[in-house]
């Protein structure tokens, strides 16, 4: 599957499909999908990097599986695992046969009692797929192992089963929020891509056009706002999502201004933490006084 024609195209499809790309977004996402290359997503939380792997799969009609990670996060919910409970019933059943064990394994270590995880789903598929590996620095570092044979050769080994290649190589990309540093076995694997918080421009683009009424002015009063925000020192900058939510708020409240009793009525839409909304009303009042 050709997934975009060009970094044009890419950029093009992207924004059909309601986001709003930079060139570096667009050229790398077509990169990836020409060399069938995994990406490496960074940025700060609510950048928008999960959100460009679900617009690379609603431009391209493709589907999306998502592994989400976490600490603790094992083989048995990455890749595979077997049907414990299932394989018991037809041991149990099958004591009064004659079977030997050797007999019983084989037939236990079938397809019928595998549980497929989001890696080894998204090798299997037959159809276009995009696979999102969501937040892989909060894995343990053991974790990362798993995803290299994934990402070189896509292709997974179970024991009993043998190696499953992928048919049809899926689109991989992997987000980070950098709270660790990943190997460099991973980095070597992936194409790269660092996502920044947008430009005022760039916002107030992405507000207008995910907004429906928004007027011009509120438009650019929030993101002037938001970007003051950011520049303070909070346990929670505000993410794109957070911006786009706080400008839905005030249209549905009919608000046409964000004045000072708008921002302090409703600035916990875009700070989630009362020590930032504190430090973000005290700073606010400070600059406008």
């Known amino acids: 599957m050709t997934w975009f ?9 992207l924004s059909g499909s309601g986001y709003l790309a930079d060139q570096a977004t667009a050229t790398t996402t077509y990169l990836a999908g020409a060399l069938e290359k995994p990406l490496l997503v960074e940025g700060p939380a609510g950048v928008g990097k999960t959100e460009l792997a679900k617009a690379i799969a609603r431009s391209t009609g493709a589907e ?8 603790g996060l094992d083989e048995a919910r990455a890749l595979y695992e077997w049907n414990y409970k299932k394989q018991l019933l037809r041991i149990q059943a099958s004591q009064g046969d004659d079977q030997t064990w050797s007999e019983t394994h084989d037939d ?15 090798i299997r598929k037959e159809t276009s797929t995009v696979l999102l590996i969501d937040e892989v620095d909060k894995t343990d570092v053991e974790v990362e192992g798993l995803l290299l044979e994934v990402l070189s050769d896509f292709q997974v080994t179970i024991p009993e089963l043998g190696t499953i ?5 899926p689109m991989v990309l992997l987000t980070s929020n950098a709270t660790r540093e990943l190997s460099e076995a991973v980095r070597r694997r992936c194409l790269y891509l660092h996502i920044d918080y947008p430009d005022a421009e760039r ?15 509120l ?6 706002t938001v970007t003051r925000l950011r520049a303070l020192e909070l346990r929670k900058a505000p993410s794109i999502a957070e911006s786009v939510d706080w400008a839905r708020t005030l249209v549905a409240l009919g608000t046409g201004t964000l004045d000072q ?3 302090d009525a409703t600035l916990g839409v875009v700070l989630k933490h009362s ?15």
């Open 5 to 13: 024609d060009s970094a044009a195209d890419a950029e093009k499809k």
């Open 64 to 71: 999306l599986i998502r592994l989400q990670c976490y600490e």
């Open 108 to 122: 236990i270590f079938t397809e019928e009692f595998l549980l497929s995880r989001p890696l080894l789903t998204a």
């Open 165 to 169: 290649t992928a048919t049809r190589r």
């Open 203 to 217: 916002e107030h683009a992405i507000l207008v056009g995910q907004v429906p009424g928004i007027e011009e002015k």
């Open 219 to 224: 438009a650019r009063e929030i993101v002037d």
């Open 261 to 263: 009793a708008t921002i």
């Open 275 to 289: 020590s930032d909304i504190d430090r973000a009303v005290r700073e606010l009042k400070l600059r406008q006084a």
